[in-house]
């Protein structure tokens, strides 16, 4: 990532502007609109210990909002995941092939969600006609089965367990076996601790009043 973004920072002019592009693109959809500024450094450690040998230390630093930049190994996994994840896709050539193993390592949820969003319906990706294949255990991921119109084919492999290796089969919208394979139950909605089951009309009205009397 390091030698990536210096030679797009240092390229052409179509480079550069696609790298400022990825910023702002970072910042809009995973930092409520923050500037975000990516810098790939080069600091000259040989003074700090007065060595005679030139000591250089490379080292990407993210600044985001008004926080100051720090380098990127001392921001949270989630974050670094974004950037790494997200980066080779923006900045890829148009119809060109993507392969991810579990994307949804380092990532929330909510933040799976809106990875899944973006690299699916955002028009700047949209546009380039890139295909990805992933591989992934998430149960946030495998709910786009359940949704007719995903541009998504999902494959379950499995140990067959006589002469050939693997089964591969495809898993059609609206089915939840590949779910229950994960062993994802009802329960499972409230890993997000933002649900609330209510009976009727009356419970929502009580409940409401009662958050907005909490937040106060």
């Known amino acids: 990532l390091f030698s990536e973004i210096i030679k797009a920072r240092n390229g052409d002019h179509s480079q550069r502007k696609r790298f400022e592009d990825f910023e702002k693109f970072i910042g809009l959809q995973f930092f409520r609109g923050q500037k975000v500024d990516i810098v790939a450094k080069i600091e000259d450690l040989s003074d700090i210990g007065k060595m005679r040998e030139?000591?250089?230390?490379?080292?990407?630093?993210v600044k985001i909002g008004d926080k100051p930049d720090r380098p990127i190994h001392e921001l949270g996994d989630g974050i670094q995941a974004l950037i790494i994840l997200?980066?080779?896709?923006?900045?890829?050539?148009?119809?060109?092939?993507?392969?991810?193993?579990?994307?949804?390592?380092?990532?929330?949820?909510?933040?799976?969600?809106?990875?899944?969003?973006?690299?699916?319906?955002?028009?700047?990706?949209l546009k380039k006609n890139l295909t990805f294949f992933m591989t992934t255990h998430s149960n946030h991921f495998l709910d786009l089965t359940l949704t007719e119109n995903a541009p998504v084919s999902i494959f379950s492999l499995r140990e067959s367990g006589d002469k050939r290796p693997f089964e591969i089969r495809n898993v059609h919208s609206g089915q939840k076996g590949i779910l229950e394979l994960l062993?994802?139950?009802?329960s499972s909605v409230f890993i997000g601790n933002c649900s609330i089951w209510v009976e009727g009309h009356t419970d929502r009205k009580y409940i409401r009043k009662y958050l907005q009397e909490l937040i106060k």
């Not at 030139?54 to 630093?61: N, P």
């Open 183 to 186: 062993g994802v139950q009802n």
């Open 86 to 125: 997200t980066f080779p896709i923006f900045m890829a050539e148009s119809d060109t092939m993507i392969f991810i193993e579990e994307p949804e390592l380092n990532l929330h949820p909510g933040m799976q969600r809106i990875f899944l969003d973006v690299i699916t319906n955002h028009e700047e990706i």
């Open 54 to 61: 030139t000591i250089l230390q490379q080292s990407i630093h």
